[in-house]
């Protein structure tokens, strides 16, 4: 069954490349055009950006008392990417990658769990830091609109959604297992008309309710280390900032850091509340709009659109390919074997 879903997530990803190749061909006529030394800048920043979300999450296993190696973590990571984007499952895909790695390993999946949704809490919780930034640069040029308030507001929706399931295990797992199996009926209602049977069972919610609750306390009276994960993704956006700088760089276009910042807020807004994986197709409409409100050229927005998303979706989205074959060829362990190693 494993390998069978390997092979699907797989042929998904040549799919996806075929029916991406006219882009891809007008990515590849772009790169030739641009400037090669700013261009390495930006995909070596973009590799530092993959080192520092695998550290990101390292920061988090040992916050929930877990042990892995970096290597193992960037494989994870750059993964969990290329699962997300091309097995579209609101990050369930991408999750899954961690969790089939942790039952290999024989470690705990609801601390794995908590360390994903920490993850993710994180990295909203830094780029509204950016984003309201990001928000004053466009309000200061007359360029707000109802769209990106609209995008905001569903942002901040998601992130009091994950912190109020956090909290809830924090206080009580009995509580957490209650609205869990509540919303797997949810689910069971609108999928049984499609497979006529119960989709998820509702005593697997209140076991992993049981098991996400142990994970959270663990992070109880750990007040420093929870400041780490949040400096590393602040860091993640700055990295990103600095790849469009590179890009605008590399195609000869100048720029201010208002435009940089603005620019990038609503890119990577779009890319969140995107209903497609990695706001793909949205995000290469509505950034070149973004950038040229912001009176970037129409012609050099365009252009940097096709080179920002080369190096931070389609560059990616290759090294995690790569790790995704290496993760899979990897043998079952368990925690005493990689001690004694």
């Known amino acids: 069954m494993r390998k069978f879903i390997v092979l699907l997530i797989l042929f998904l ?21 641009s400037n090669w030394i700013f261009l390495t800048f930006a995909f070596l920043f973009e590799c530092l ?24 973590l960037f494989l994870m990571t750059t993964a969990a990417n290329f699962v997300n984007v091309i097995a579209p499952s609101a990050g369930i895909g991408g999750m899954a990658v961690f969790l089939d790695a942790a039952r290999r ?4 999946t609801g601390r794995v769990t908590v360390v994903g949704v920490l993850f ?9 830091c950016v984003l309201a930034l990001g928000l004053v640069v466009l309000f200061r040029r007359n360029n707000l609109t109802a769209g990106e308030l609209t995008a905001t507001a569903i942002l901040l929706v998601i992130a009091l959604a994950m912190s109020s399931l956090l909290y809830l295990g924090y206080k009580s797992s009995e509580r957490l297992g209650k609205v869990l199996a509540w919303l797997v009926r949810l689910v069971n209602r609108a999928a049984r008309p ?13 076991f992993f309710a049981q098991e996400a609750a142990e994970g959270i306390a663990m992070i109880r009276g750990k007040r420093k280390e929870l400041l780490w994960p949040f400096l590393f993704a602040l860091n993640n956006k700055a990295l990103l900032i600095c790849v469009m700088a590179f ?11 208002g435009t940089l910042v603005g620019g990038f807020s ?3 807004l779009f890319l969140i509340v995107s209903p497609t994986p990695a706001g793909v197709g949205i995000v290469e409409t509505i950034l070149p709009v973004a950038l040229s409100s912001l009176r970037v050229p129409w012609a050099a927005a365009v ?28 043998p079952k362990t368990s925690p005493a074997l990689d001690k004694t190693e």
């Open 105 to 108: 390993r024989g470690q705990p």
């Open 266 to 268: 609503i890119g990577y």
């Open 49 to 72: 950006w993959l080192y520092n979300a695998a550290t990101t999450y390292g920061s988090l296993y040992r916050l929930v008392e877990l042990e892995e190696t970096k290597g193992q």
């Open 194 to 206: 499609f497979i006529h049977k119960e989709y998820l069972k509702e005593e697997s919610a209140h």
């Open 303 to 330: 252009l940097i659109t096709l080179v920002y998303r080369a190096v931070t979706f389609w560059f990616p989205l290759a090294v995690g390919l790569v790790a995704f074959r290496v993760l899979h060829r990897q």
């Open 120 to 128: 993710a809490l994180y990295d909203y919780a830094a780029f509204l």
């Open 13 to 33: 990803a040549v799919v996806f490349v075929f029916l991406s190749f006219s882009e891809l061909q007008n990515i590849a006529e772009t790169l030739e055009k």
């Open 247 to 257: 890009t605008f760089l590399a195609l000869g276009t100048p720029f201010s850091v």
